[in-house]
């Protein structure tokens, strides 16, 4: 019986998913934002964040400890250097799931996994005066109409002189006949 199992095995051997996990938390902590299935986002949530909250007390024994996970080096400097900084007030949740739809494949869902300070375009905006307006219209509606308007009364000009001229041809046609 499974009772109070809630570990997902991802179909894999403990060695395989332990490097598979390391290396995606390496890569996470390096470009802040990776690509993946919904399954294994959700392990590497688990399996990162706690991580990020040890990188909160820059100590040695704090950095051996999440080497030993990652083993990575340039991880664990760019985690204990600028992500503990960003991170440094929030009490948990240092990760964010989004998800992105079917893979064509083999129709797994997929999903970004992206660490939550550092997407610039989910963050609040600052209250400096510069809030953006969410009103939206078409770049051109105004010049549009105002030029459709003007193409209008073109062509209705060009309709009349080309009858003044087919009137005054016509004219000049029937006296010599």
Known sequence: M???????????????????LSNMAASLIIHKRIHTTVAKAKALRVYVEPLITKSKEDTTHSRRTVFSYLQSKEAVTE???????KIMDRP??????????????????MC?????????????????GKT???RRRRAGAKKAAGE???????????????????????TEETPEA
């Open 2 to 20: 499974r009772h109070q199992k809630k570990f997902n095995h991802l179909g894999r051997k403990s060695a395989h998913r332990k490097a598979m």
């Open 148 to 170: 459709t308007e003007e193409k209008v009364a073109d062509h209705k000009e060009a309709k009349k002189t080309s009858k003044k001229v087919e009137e005054s041809t016509a």
């Open 112 to 128: 970004l996994i992206e660490l939550v300070d550092y997407n610039e375009a989910m963050l609040s905006p600052k209250d400096d």
């Open 132 to 134: 953006k307006s969410t």
């Open 92 to 109: 948990g949740g240092y990760t964010r799931i989004l998800k992105t739809g079917n893979r064509f494949g083999d129709n797994a869902e």
């Open 79 to 85: 985690l204990f250097r600028e992500i503990s900084k």
